[in-house]
Every structure is written in structure tokens, then in C-alpha cells.
């Protein structure tokens, strides 16, 4: 072999060798940078998980958040429910307790036969009092602050009912309420305590529920003032409860039974000059207030003695509010006739017109 050849040898040898350097270089730099991105990948899958977690985690909180205010906003409005229904079932049980004091009032006057000194006063401290002792349970039950103040009791639009106004303020929580509450009290039902107060000097007079049986305290009085045939009233009798006449218009009780139904039912009417309930109660007969009137009843007369002259045509006219106030006269109508007997009343002729009894004819 020529040195020449040896040479070439020597140099391809040496550039095979070189080749096989550059390929190991070319290939550990590939798997260098493999590993790189292998290492890359790494970080960003890391990257990415941490931000979904932290994504996820956000709107966790905020479904939490809106759950819990939804939560929030419905119990806000199941107590804001409930406490407006205790409010209204408050007012509403102060006309019920209204009406327990006066029924209260009333039959302590009827038993002492003494006047209340001022109705609507003691009817607004009775009653104060009551919602005062409702108000401590409230408060020990159902945590709720309530303060009441009676402003006043007064007479209504119509003679058969008194009305109340109230200050409630109350405060539960969050709620509150602030409010003057009118509440419309019903005397239908309630004992007329008048006839009880008038008669007190001679109180002989008895109830049984629905009448009132005068015995002679009746004649009694009007002896004691002085007016002819008070004998005509001996056992007479009247209604002992407030109820309102149906018969309406009243011109309507001259029509067949009409006045003989009113009597039997004891009905109260609305009368401008009879006293009003709230006067009733102070033993006032008459007063300024529109007020109510109800006739009183003589005994029922054997037709025998009506007609052979063994009764007094006259006697003192028969609505409550004449008898025990302006006492002037009226003459006898008799209103129905059985076995043998009349019943009748002394009626003046103002009152024969309002209820439609001048021609009234049952002889
Ligand atoms: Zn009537
Ligand atoms: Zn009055």
C-alpha cells in the first residue's frame, strides 16, 4: 500500500469517527430537549390544574354565597310573614278584649247598681291594662316587643258599636311596626245597663237572660217623681239585651205583627234622643250622642178590666229614654190580643209616627 492510500485510510477513518461523534452529540441534545419538554409539560399540566382548582374553588364560594343568600332571603320572609300575621292577629284581638271590657264593666255596674264615673276613661284603662298582660307573654313566648297606649273610646257611626284607637308599636328582630289601630267594638248582645241604674233606689227588678222583670221598681220611680199612673208600670218589662231591630224602616211596625214580633224579640232602636251606650253606662237617660231607645212594656191587661173602666188610659210614654228622661204622657195601643187578654203600651204620637203605628188596629 502506497503511504498515500494510508493517508486517505487514516482520514476517513477519522472522518467516520467524527460522523459517529456528531450523531451521539445530535442524539443527547434530542433527548436533552425531550427531557426539556417533558419537564415543560410537567409545569404547565401543574399550571393548569392549579388554575382549574382555583377556578373551581371560586365558583364553589360563589354558588355557596348565592345559596346562602337565597337561604337568607326566604327566612327574612318567613319572619317578615309571621310577624306581620302576629301583628294582624294582635289588632284584631284588641276589639275582642275591647269588647270583653266593656261586657266587664257592664255587668259590674248592673251588680253594684253604680254608674261608671266615666266609661270611656275606665273602658281605656281596662283595657290597657288587658293588652299590657298580653304584651308580657308576648314578649316571654315569642320574644316580640310590643307597647300598646289606649288613645281613646268613643261612639261609632252607628249607636251599636263603640269604637277604640290604639298606639301599638311593636319590634321583633329587624321588624317593626308603628301604627294607630281602629277597632269597630259591636255592643249587639251586651246587658242594657240603664234600667238597673235608674231603678237602683228600689232595686227589685230581675233578668232572666233576655228581659227585664220590673217588679214595683218601676212604679217605684216613677212615684218618686211624682207622675201620674206609675200603677200602670207595676210589673212591667223590657229588653235586658242590646239587639237591633230588623224592622227597618220602622214606619214597617204598624204592619200586621210586626210591632208584636219587635216587642217579643226585645229589639233596641236608633234613637236621636235616647242615650248612647257609653251613657247608658254613666246612668245618663239622655244625652248629646245619637243614641238608642226601646220601649218598656206594660203589664198584659185582662180585656175585661180594659174595658169596664178599671184602667187608666194615660201613662207616661213607653221609649226608655221618656220614661226615665222627658216623661211626658202617652195613651194606651194595644198591639196584639189572646185569651182573653191585650198587650199594650202608652205611646205619644211622635213615636206612633216613627214606627207607623197611628192607625194600628188590632181590636
Ligand atoms: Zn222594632
Ligand atoms: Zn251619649
Known sequence: MKSADKIKIKINKKNKNKGNENKKNKKDKIKEINNIIKNQNGYVFTGLTAIMIVSFMIIAILMLNVVIELNKNSSDSIDSNSFNYLIEDYNKNIAILGRTTIEKITNETINSYTPAYDASDMIEK?????????????????????????????????????????????KKGNF???????????????????????????????????????????????????????????????????????????????????????????????????????????????????????????NKIAIEDYNNGNFKDKGISASDHVIFNEQYPGNSLVFYKNNGFYEFLFLDDSHRAKYGLSDLSVV
Open 126 to 170: 281596662e283595657l290597657e291594662e288587658k293588652l299590657n298582660e298580653v304584651n308580657e307573654e308576648l314578649m316571654e313566648n315569642q320574644a316580640i316587643n310590643i307597647e300598646t297606649d289606649v288613645l281613646s273610646v268613643y261612639n261609632g257611626e252607628d249607636p251599636y258599636h263603640i269604637n277604640v284607637k290604639t298606639l301599638v308599636i311593636a
Open 176 to 298: 317593626s311596626y308603628n301604627n294607630v289601630v281602629e277597632s269597630k267594638i259591636a255592643i249587639d248582645g251586651l246587658k242594657d245597663p240603664l234600667p238597673f241604674l235608674m231603678c237602683r233606689n228600689n232595686p227589685t227588678l230581675t233578668e232572666n237572660g233576655t228581659k227585664i222583670a220590673y217588679g214595683n221598681s218601676l212604679k217605684s220611680y216613677l212615684d218618686d217623681c211624682g207622675l201620674d199612673n206609675a200603677d200602670g208600670y207595676l210589673n212591667a218589662s223590657s229588653p235586658l239585651i242590646i239587639k237591633k231591630c230588623p224592622y227597618d224602616p220602622y214606619e214597617n211596625h204598624g204592619y200586621g205583627h210586626t210591632m208584636k214580633n219587635c216587642i217579643d224579640n226585645s229589639y233596641y232602636h236608633e234613637s236621636a234622643d235616647g242615650s248612647c251606650y257609653l251613657c247608658r253606662l254613666e246612668g245618663k237617660c239622655g244625652c248629646g250622642h245619637y243614641g238608642l231607645e226601646t220601649f218598656i212594656i206594660p
